[in-house]
Nanobody, 121 residues
Framework: VQVVESGGGLVQPGGSLRLSCTASGITLEHYGVGWFRQAPGKEREGVSCQSSSDGRTFSEDYVQGRFTISRDNAKNTVYLQMNSLKPEDTAVYYC???????????????WGQGTLVTVSS
């Protein structure tokens, strides 16, 4: 399984970006998919995750109301829509997939290489 993130870049504070996560070899529709991030000099932290069994989304407080996970099953892609971006959102963003289907974000063990998001004026 190969996981690939894309969509990162430079954006001004208050702007928006949409990150994409695709995977080869599996059907993402059947797997929980999470997003994590790691800012310079900091530990990696969770952002949000969406289960596959019932579509529930779990998000950290610091992105509630600003970041949204969605899926396009026809494209085998999961998105992270990021709005109202702040400089403190600057980080490498990673997509992680459950290693077992229908695990509801409990086994996020298959990782991509990350995509850099920089929020700066």
């Amino acid at each position: 399984v190969q996981v690939v993130e894309s969509g990162g870049g430079l954006v001004q504070p208050g702007g928006s970006l949409r990150l994409s996560c695709t995977a080869s070899g599996i059907t993402l529709e059947h797997y929980g998919v999470g997003w994590f991030r790691q800012a310079p000099g900091k530990e990696r932290e969770g952002v949000s995750c969406q289960s596959s069994s019932d579509g529930r989304t779990f998000s950290e407080d610091y992105v509630q109301g600003r970041f949204t996970i969605s899926r396009d099953n026809a494209k085998n892609t999961v998105y992270l829509q990021m709005n109202s971006l702040k400089p403190e959102d600057t980080a490498v963003y990673y997509c992680a997939i459950d290693s077992n289907p229908y695990s509801d974000c409990g086994y996020l063990e298959v990782w991509g290489q990350g995509t850099l998001v920089t929020v700066s004026s």
